[in-house]
C-alpha cells in the first residue's frame, strides 16, 4: 500500500492516517511525505512519482484536483469535450451500477480505457483503489463530478474530540452526502429531535476524549449524564443506522480546507 503524507500532522486526520493507523497495519506501507509548500501549491507532481494506493483528503483537495482536469479541457475541441462528457456519463451511470449492485453499462468499458483512465494517470491516481474525504462537507458537485471519472469518494465523519472517525462507510456500500454507521463500539444518539429526526449528534465510545484540559465548566456543557459527548453538529439517522450531517449548532465555520 501507497500513499502520500501531506495534511499538517497536527491534524488529527493526519495522526490517525499516516501514523496510528499504520503502527496497527501488518501490510507493506509506504508513506511518502509531500514537499511543505504541496497544498498551497499542486500535489498532482508528488502523486504522480508516488502513485499511491488510497488517498484521504479534506474537500478542498479534491476541489483542485477537479479544477486541474476541468482546466486541462477548457482548450480542448468541441468533439473531445463532447466525447470526454459522453465518458464522464458512462463513469457515473457506472458508479450508480456499482452502488446499486448491478452490471456496468454498455459502453464503460470502453469510456474507461480511452478517456477516463488516462486523466486518473494524469493525476497520478491510477492506482487508487479508495479515495476518502472528511473534516468538512463536501460539494455535491465535487462528490458526483469524481464519481462520473470512474473515482467514487467516500466520507468519513469525526472530530478530533473523538480521535478522528467515528462513521465510515466502504464503496459501494454507501450513500452518497451520507457519513455511514457508527464504527464497531461507537454510539451515536440524536439529542432534542425534531419532528423530522434531526437534532444535535451525540457521540459515545472508548474514542471519545476525556475532557478539554482544565476546562470543567466547558466540559459539563460538552458532556451529558449519559456519558455523550456533544458535537455541536446537527444531523439525524436514517432507517439502516446512517448518519446524515445537516448543519451546525455551534457558532463553528468549518471550511472545505477543514
Known amino acids: 500500500m501507497r500513499q502520500v503524507s501531506f495534511l499538517p500532522l497536527s491534524h488529527v486526520t493526519a495522526q490517525m492516517v499516516d501514523f496510528s493507523r499504520l503502527i496497527c497495519n501488518n501490510r507493506n506501507i509506504l508513506v511518502t511525505f509531500a514537499p511543505p509548500t504541496a497544498l498551497q501549491q499542486s500535489l498532482v507532481d508528488t502523486f504522480k512519482e508516488v502513485r499511491p494506493t488510497e488517498l484521504m483528503a479534506v474537500p478542498r483537495v479534491y476541489e483542485k484536483l477537479e479544477e486541474s482536469v476541468k482546466s486541462s479541457f477548457n482548450l480542448s475541441t468541441p468533439m ?90 466502504e464503496f459501494p ?47 459539563q456543557e460538552s458532556f451529558d449524564g449519559e456519558g455523550y459527548f456533544h458535537t455541536g453538529d446537527e444531523g439525524y439517522l436514517d432507517e439502516e443506522g446512517c448518519l446524515q450531517i445537516t448543519g451546525r449548532i455551534k457558532d463553528i465555520i468549518i471550511t472545505a480546507g477543514g
Not at 130 to 139: D, E, I, N, R, S
Not at 181 to 189: A, D, E, F, T
Not at 197 to 217: A, P, Q, S, W
Open 173 to 219: 456500500n454507501i450513500k452518497f452526502a451520507q457519513n455511514g454507521p457508527p464504527l464497531p463500539g461507537v454510539h451515536i444518539k440524536i439529542f432534542n429531535p425534531d419532528d423530522k429526526g434531526t437534532g444535535e449528534i451525540c457521540i459515545k465510545g472508548r474514542n471519545v476524549f476525556m475532557g478539554y484540559l482544565k476546562r470543567e465548566l466547558l466540559n
Open 80 to 169: 473531445t469535450k463532447a466525447f470526454l462528457n459522453w465518458a464522464r456519463q458512462r463513469g457515473l451511470d457506472n458508479t450508480d451500477a456499482q452502488m446499486s449492485g448491478e452490471r456496468s453499462p454498455f459502453g464503460f468499458n470502453l469510456a474507461r480505457v480511452v478517456i477516463l483512465d488516462k486523466i486518473k494517470k494524469n493525476l497520478g491516481l491510477d492506482r487508487v483503489d479508495k479515495l476518502y474525504y472528511g473534516a468538512a462537507p463536501m460539494k455535491k458537485d465535487t462528490s458526483e463530478y469524481f464519481a462520473s471519472l470512474n473515482m467514487p469518494i467516500t466520507s468519513i465523519y469525526g472530530l478530533s474530540e473523538t480521535t478522528g472517525a467515528a462513521t465510515y462507510q
